[in-house]
């Protein structure tokens, strides 16, 4: 049976970025995102201004798109979009625009679920990245999820382990604004640690048990940690700062391969792959490769535009959906939370 040639508008909105992709079966060619900046004098996400900012960014991001795929709207053959988990302002506002068009055109409209699209991404095909087979382990590490996945199929995914309190990239965020670092903090906090000595600051692991994770106490540990030593010296973070960036990830890194080689040995599965924005931290790529040769394992390192949020990964589930014909119909309704 001959594979359909598919175009699919993928549509992302579910944080504070909007993007857009166009793919031909799987493979991206365009993927368009239009950054919100305003967050930064804040200190984080404000949903009001990042659903606004939305509105405004659709259009043209939809635009721009189509136009770097070479192809119009006419040439689409469905359109895939982020139904959750997300802000609900911003979900709502890339979920009407999908339906509106999916109506318009007439064309299937696909909802997908935001942190399967993390894993999936690895299915885009790229050149000089392999895909893994089923079965296979997913680490997904995003500001607001930390999971272990058992991938048995496109359709069939399975959490092992999760965060019982924060997520890995809000450890990090967070971790960022106690030393003084501007939002978003994390990858400043990947930076100083590439000048640093990993083990200047030794922390505390947590214990839980299984394959979940907890990050509260740990953040709890740095604040006092640094409370304590700029009482004894005002100048502390300043003269220790690339240290104590290392000593952070460091411990958060053998935090999350504990757990994955617990996973490998209670599941067998020695593939991994990782998903999520977090996974562009240096660290956790570096280490990840390296354990192909410590432990055997074949490890899987999605191309750094899609580990952020973006469209294409949207697009690719998209793809695999309409080949399944697993439509969704207007009355789909965008959420905050949702079932894996």
Known sequence: MNTPNIYTLAIESSCDDTSAAVLYNDKVLSNVVARQTIHEEYGGVVPELASRAHQQNIVPVVDVA?????????????????????????????GSFAKSMSMALDIPLIAVNH???????????????????????????????TQIVKVNSFFDLEIIGETTDDAVGEAFDKSAK?????????????KFAQEGNPKAFPFTKPKVDGLNFSFSGLKTQILYFIQKNVAENPNFIEENKADICASIQHTII????????????????????????????SGIRTTLKEAEKKY????????????????????????????????????VVSKARIEF
């Open 178 to 190: 106690i030393l003084g670092l501007p939002y978003p903090g994390g990858p400043l906090v990947d």
């Open 115 to 145: 942190m399967k699209a993390h894993i999936l991404a690895h299915f885009i095909d790229e050149e000089g990245f392999d895909k893994p087979t089923f079965p296979f382990l997913a680490l997904t590490i995003s500001g607001g999820h």
């Open 66 to 94: 189509l136009k770097k795929a070479g192809i119009t709207k006419n040439d689409l053959n469905c359109i895939a979009f982020t139904q959750g988990p997300g802000l609900m302002g911003s979900l709502l506002v890339g």
């Open 254 to 281: 053998n935090i999350l391969m504990d757990k994955l080689k617990l996973a490998v040995a209670e599941t067998g599965i020695n593939q991994i792959a990782i998903g999520g924005g977090v996974s562009a931290n």
């Open 296 to 331: 055997g394992w074949k490890t899987y390192i999605p191309k750094f535009e899609y580990t952020t949020d973006n469209a294409a990964m949207i697009g690719i589930v998209g793809y695999y959906n309409f080949l399944e014909q697993n439509f969704s119909d207007a009355a």
